[in-house]
Structure formats: C-alpha cells, structure tokens
C-alpha cells in the first residue's frame, strides 16, 4: 500500500489542525474540528469518563493518525483519574503522519503531558511513564492486529477511524472486524464516525451489538447519525432510530469482505459491488425516498 510524505496542516472548524491525504483522497477529520471529533466520536462515544474511575483501562486506536483519539482519550480520562494507569495501542500505516503531527502548532491544544506523550509516540513509537505503558505498530493494521490477539489484549475502548469504505475498504471489511473485536473486552465498546450500512453490517457479524452516535446541536441536514458504536453487551448504547434500522435491510448493507485480509482495495470494492447487484434487497433509492433523505 502506498504512503505519502507531504503533510500540510490544514485548519478545521474548532481550531484544531488535520491533514489531507492524496493518497486517499480525504482529510483524516472533517471540517467541523479534529479535536471535536475525537472527543465527541470517540472518548465520550466510549464512556471514558465513567470508565476513568477504573485503576486501569485498555485502549485500542485504529488508523492512530495524528493522534487526536488518544490525545482526547487520555485528557478525557486524566482529567478524571490522574492516577488511572493506561495501557494502549496504536495501530498506523504512516509512520510520517505522527511525525509530522507534533510540529508546532498543531498539538498546543493538548495538555503539556498529552503533548509529551505525542512527541514520543511519534518520535520512538513508544511511550513509558508511571501512568501509561503506550505502543504504536506501523503497518497494514490487517498485518499488526494478529499480534495484538496473540497477545490476548483486551480493550475498554477501541477507536475505530480509518479512511471512509470507498476510499480504504480493506479495513472495514467484515473479517477486520473480527480480528479487531478479538481484542474487545466483554464490556467494552467500540466507535467509529461512520454511519455506513455496510459498516454496521460488518459490525454485526462480528458480534457486536450497535448503536447510534446521535447528532449534536450543529450539523448538515442531510446527517441522522454522528457515527456508531458496538459492544457486545449491548448495555447503554443510544438505539438506532427506524429509518437507520430500515437502513440495513438495503443494498446498502451488504458488506465489504476480504476473505485472505491481503486483497488490493480494487478487488474488495469489486467484489462489493458484483454481491450488491446481485442482492435481492430493497434498493438504498427507494430507502432513501421513503424517508426523504437527498
């Protein structure tokens, strides 16, 4: 898979920073703000705040980035239990992403500590102190995952933030997501900005149950959801409304599949697509004019 080197800051909504990937095509945040979204989609989507008061937890951050899931996921939980000792993984293809990240002024935003434990991810992919025990893998996460299994790593939380399906399908295919939920602990939770159908169904037969992210106070208009979490317990996740229930009984949902977790994205999207067209579900138009949704 290639990679890219040219990383320019570009600022979002909130004030926080991002960079566009050419290679994929997107930036690794939307517009509204890195720093909202990884506090909104991620720490809060997994409780962190009520699981701070734990000794310890477990993170897992898939596609690490730039690093704001884990800097939002260790200020969220610091900021409750200075004393909660935290042992994570990250999981990043581009080892230049981090990098490039903790350039002046991009991590500002962060605690002095959070900023500390940044550079030295980035830097070392490694990060020791008296409350964390961090280490970032670099890698197709379809390479670094079975190591973590082998392990017999349990996450409380696990960040879910690759490219979007149509751009990197590779890791939201329904074999990934049984490798990641190997490293779910039973109570745990899993979230991810997307609201795809496809997602969800991949989800779903990895055993999780799911739920929505709902929408703040600002959004498009063509939003219902701020993305989706899955546990296996199914305890305290917000339900997904009727229209987003209907929306896995479409074309939609038919998920991506990678059977050898080595195909190019071309054969996935490929295979994806001659599955859709042969699938006797009801049509996402049709879904969609039913509920208005443009």
């Given at each position: 898979m290639t990679t890219s080197t040219n990383w320019v800051p570009q600022?979002?909504?909130?004030?926080s920073f991002t960079f566009f990937s050419e290679v994929f095509g997107e930036a690794f945040h939307s517009r509204q703000g890195a720093r909202a979204e990884a506090i909104h989609k991620f720490a809060q989507a997994t409780e962190l705040t009520q699981k701070a008061q734990q000794p310890c937890l477990r993170l897992l951050d898939v596609c690490y980035g730039l690093g704001c899931n884990t800097a939002a996921a260790l200020e969220t939980i610091w900021n409750v239990n200075p004393a909660c000792e935290v042992e994570l993984y990250g999981l990043e293809l581009d080892a230049t992403v981090p990098q490039a990240?903790?350039?002046?002024?991009?991590?500002?935003?962060?605690?002095?500590?959070?900023?500390?434990?940044?550079?030295?991810?980035?830097?070392?992919?490694?990060?020791?102190?008296?409350?964390?025990n961090a280490t970032l893998l670099i890698g197709d996460a379809r390479q670094t995952m079975p190591s973590l299994c082998q392990l017999g790593f349990q996450a409380d939380a696990?960040?879910?933030?690759?490219?979007?399906?149509?751009?990197?399908p590779q890791l939201w295919t329904i074999e990934f997501f049984a490798l990641v939920t190997r490293c779910l602990a039973p109570q745990g939770k899993l979230a991810t900005y997307s609201r795809s159908a496809a997602v969800r169904s991949a989800m779903q037969a990895?055993?999780?149950?799911?739920?929505?992210?709902?929408?703040?106070?600002?959004?498009?208009?063509?939003?219902?959801s701020q993305?989706?979490?899955?546990?296996?317990?199914?305890?305290?996740?917000?339900?997904?409304?009727?229209?987003e229930q209907e929306h896995l009984y479409?074309?939609?949902?038919?998920?991506?599949?990678?059977?050898?977790?080595?195909?190019?994205?071309?054969?996935?999207?490929?295979?994806?697509?001659?599955?859709?067209?042969?699938s006797t579900l009801e049509s996402t138009s049709s879904w969609r004019r039913r509920w208005g949704i443009r």
């Open positions: 600022q979002t909504d909130d004030g990240a903790i350039a002046p002024p991009l991590i500002q935003d962060w605690s002095p500590m959070v900023q500390m434990v940044l550079q030295q991810m980035a830097l070392s992919h490694t990060c020791r102190m008296p409350c964390l696990i960040f879910f933030d690759p490219f979007s399906p149509r751009r990197c990895a055993g999780l149950t799911i739920g929505t992210i709902p929408l703040g106070t600002a959004h498009l208009p063509h939003e219902w993305g989706t979490v899955g546990s296996f317990d199914g305890q305290t996740l917000h339900p997904l409304s009727q229209m479409t074309r939609a949902a038919v998920p991506y599949r990678d059977p050898s977790l080595s195909d190019p994205a071309t054969l996935i999207l490929e295979r994806h697509q001659q599955e859709q067209a042969l």
